[in-house]
């Protein structure tokens, strides 16, 4: 583990054998009941106070996507936001994958609308030269609601982080269904923790239903991150932050 983390008063959440296999060999895990009843609620309501307070500029700090409610920068929207990149299983997680000091890469938000969402298969960095290793980026999905098949469940191929190769070699189409692919489901109050390795996408909403997730996002320490909080701290944020997530935000004290 990190010492520089524990240092600033970090205290691991020891994943289990089937956990740690299951990062290594498919490549993501589903933790449940991460997000207790009334943590859910407050982020549901700021989810969508956000995004009908800043209307069409909603997201425009990273990326907008049509036909998906997009979010960005939500380090500085709230403190109901800051458990969510400090949250003890997910960062023992993320050492585990990564095995190296880390921080934030980016907290966004993503809300596909009805009959819209779906996305090529990519990864969000490419496969290493080696299986196994040394990965880059770990992401989460905070499930504010049921993720169903009808409602565009994100899905993932097992195992393809350790396939070698770029995936536009490797698939003809991205946007069509994968023979291997699943789709993390999961009841509002789950997150899944996937290796940015990983081949994965959004999927189309049929239903119609909301399906509001939180990403999260963590990068290795020596490269750049998506949101740069040195840039984008506000000073009622900066206000807040606990030494630990000064640390994992990569801001000075």
């Not at 740690?20 to 993501?28: E, K, M, P, Q, V």
């Not at 299986?131 to 097992?158: E, I, K, Q």
């Not at 069509?176 to 489901?185: C, E, F, N, R, S």
């Not at 984008?232 to 030494?243: D, F, K, M, N, V």
Request: aromatic residues 8%; proline residues 8%.
């Amino acid at each position: 583990m990190d010492s520089e983390l524990l240092k600033r008063g970090f205290a691991p959440r020891p994943l289990t054998d089937a956990q740690r296999s299951a990062l290594d060999t498919d490549g993501f895990i589903v933790l449940e009941e991460v997000i207790s009843p009334d943590w859910l609620s407050e982020l549901r309501h700021a989810f969508d106070e956000i995004f009908d307070s800043e209307g069409d500029r909603a997201g425009e700090e990273v990326s907008q996507m049509e036909g998906v409610r997009r979010l960005a920068d939500l380090v500085n929207k709230g403190s109901v936001f800051d458990a969510v990149y400090l949250q003890p299983e997910l960062l023992t997680a993320v050492y585990h994958v990564l095995q190296r000091p880390f921080k934030l890469h980016s907290l966004n938000g993503h809300d596909p609308l009805p009959s819209n969402g779906l996305q090529v298969l990519h990864a969000d960095w490419g496969q290493p030269a080696e299986p196994g290793g040394p990965y880059h980026v770990v992401n989460s999905l905070w499930m504010l609601d049921d993720f169903t098949l009808a409602n565009g469940a994100s899905r993932c191929v097992p195992g393809s982080h350790l396939k070698p190769g770029r995936i536009g070699d490797l698939v003809t189409d991205r946007l069509a269904d994968h023979p291997d692919q699943v789709h993390l489901t999961g009841r509002a109050g789950s997150v899944a923790v996937f290796n940015g390795s990983l081949w994965h996408s959004s999927y189309v909403n049929l239903s119609g239903a909301p399906r509001r997730t939180l990403h999260c996002a963590f990068i290795a320490r020596e490269h750049p991150q998506q949101t740069n909080q040195r840039e984008y701290l506000r000073p009622e944020t900066a206000q807040r932050l606990s030494p630990l997530a000064r640390y994992i935000l990569d801001v000075p004290p």
